[in-house]
């Protein structure tokens, strides 16, 4: 009997103990992976393939580029992932069945249930004022090659290449359609069921649709502004990253 009573007071113990464990806060990590696509209406991107738009002028693709900044992810608390992070996605669109691949960028963070997920496109302001020197070699903002000493900013977006204006099959015009400045920062954010488990690694799947980006709202005129270098340009350029924002989607 005396047995039959210790055994009793275990078994009820032990249930306690895993009720408690069940209400409690998570304490592991898990891994979010965010897969970066360039598409063009849909189809993969393929650095130097040739594209066309709806007004017939052919172009292709040799760099695009961006930074994200101000990384967060939304749940019962705000988690920052990162500031500044330089993403590069000609290499890995350099073929088609590495464009189908895309691009990760990979992190960790505390396990638990989130909701949405933020990142600027570009570099944060108070960042902005600062120029490579400032920033130690292991930083992304280190990089001299991105930083546009004219506008005293880092280029928040590169989408180069080349373009046939004349519809002769000669790609004659380049392209360099740049984006930076304080007033081109712009957001990003997707909703959805983004919990993070130790187990499995999240995936976010986005797409940047360049053809989406050249044509939504209307054509962009490649024809008279092939190249952003001037700081008049700015009212093109705020355009620009907007239009470079609403490309992207979860897929």
């Not at 500031?83 to 590495?98: F, G, K």
């Not at 280029?155 to 519809?167: C, P, Q, R, S, T």
């Not at 957001?187 to 980006?213: A, H, K, N, S, W």
């Amino acid at each position: 009997m005396k047995y039959s009573k210790l055994l009793f007071l275990t078994i009820v113990s032990f249930l306690i103990m895993s009720s408690c464990n069940d209400d409690a806060e998570p304490t592991g990590s898990g891994d979010l992976q965010i897969n970066f696509k360039l598409v063009y209406d849909d189809d993969p991107l393929e650095m130097l393939k040739s594209y066309e738009l709806p007004n017939g002028i052919r172009l292709n693709f040799n760099r695009v580029s961006f930074y994200v900044s101000d990384i967060k992810m939304f749940g019962t608390e705000v988690v920052e992932l990162g500031n500044n992070d330089y993403i590069n996605l000609t290499n890995s669109h350099a073929s088609q069945s590495s464009a189908i691949q895309g691009f990760n960028f990979n992190t960790t963070l505390k396990e638990g249930n989130y909701n949405a997920l933020s990142f600027l496109l570009g570099v944060s302001a108070e960042d902005n004022a600062m120029v490579p020197s400032d920033f130690t070699s292991d930083s992304d903002l280190s990089l001299n090659g991105e930083y546009w000493a004219g506008w005293e900013s880092y280029v928040f977006v590169k989408i180069e290449g080349n373009l046939d204006l004349d519809e002769d099959g000669v790609y004659e015009e380049p392209m360099a359609l740049h984006i930076g400045g304080d007033n081109a920062l712009a957001e990003f954010q997707v909703t959805g069921d983004l919990r993070i488990d130790p187990i499995i690694t999240r995936q976010v799947p986005l797409t940047i649709d360049l053809y989406d980006m050249l044509t939504e709202g209307g054509v962009f005129d490649l024809e008279a502004n092939p190249r952003i270098h001037s700081l008049d340009q700015e009212p093109i350029v705020i355009d620009l990253a907007q239009r470079f924002v609403n490309a992207i989607s979860i897929n």
